[in-house]
């Protein structure tokens, strides 16, 4: 009954390489979006999506696209993967025309060797 | 867009002292305010928030108050236990959907 759930927790993989982490929320929210969080701890966002748009932030490589078939997916994809990429991964959800604060999922730890 | 400063990076108290982290803020539109702990490896969860009209909340040991003119908010913890040793980060939703801005984190350590 987790909320927010994302698969895999840990991903070790050769740089160029093609990859995707999952994410999924059951709880009902409209949007949802995907963090990075470098080795120095800084969460940044890099994608924001709802039914209604999605929300890019501009200093995101054109390798990383999210991908969501349903409202309740969002699904990042990450093309010919560097070493820099390697970071921990979180999705979160929300309800946009509620204030509320974010429910994070568990996050996924990105190794790129 | 928003930005968030995020002061001290690194605070160390003795257990049962007081510790206080203090966010600012840049985009006047920003309306909601939360704080995060992050306990290593784990997910940031949310402990308390503020909206933009409201000055302050409590939750026992915690408390957040908020500025808005100078649009700088805090975040205090009182009698301060091993267990909050943490990594907490401050945060500001601006008004869109292009998600919570955070600051860069503060590194809690609570000395026994």
């Known amino acids: 009954d987790t909320a927010v759930s994302q698969t895999p927790k840990y991903l070790v993989t050769q740089m160029g390489n093609d990859k995707s982490i999952k994410c999924e929320q059951n709880?009902?929210?409209?949007?949802m979006y995907w963090y990075k969080q470098d080795s120095k701890k800084f969460l940044k966002i890099m994608f924001s999506?709802?039914?209604?748009?999605?929300?890019i932030n501009e200093t995101v490589p054109n390798r990383f696209s999210p991908k969501s078939p349903d409202k309740a997916h969002l699904n990042l994809h990450i093309n010919s993967l560097e070493l820099g990429d390697s970071a921990v991964y979180f999705c979160?959800?929300?309800?946009?025309?509620?204030?509320?604060?974010?429910?994070f999922g568990s996050g996924t730890r990105l190794t790129v060797v | 867009g928003e930005n968030v400063e995020q002061h001290p990076s690194t605070l160390s108290v003795q257990e049962g002292d007081s510790a206080v982290i203090k966010c600012t803020y840049s985009d006047s539109a920003s309306n909601y305010f939360p704080w995060y702990k992050q306990e290593l490896g784990k997910r940031p969860q949310l402990i308390i928030d503020i909206r933009s009209n409201v000055g302050e909340k409590k939750d026992q040991r915690i408390a957040v108050t908020l500025n808005k003119t100078a649009k700088h908010f805090s975040l205090h913890i009182t009698e301060t236990q091993p267990e909050d040793s943490a990594v907490y980060f401050c945060a500001a939703l601006g008004g869109g959907a292009d998600g919570l801005t955070f600051g860069k984190g503060t590194h809690l350590i609570i000395q026994p």
């Open positions: 979160a959800s929300s309800q946009l025309d509620r204030v509320y604060g974010y429910t």
């Open positions: 999506y709802n039914n209604k748009e999605l929300i």
């Open positions: 709880l009902g929210h409209d949007t």
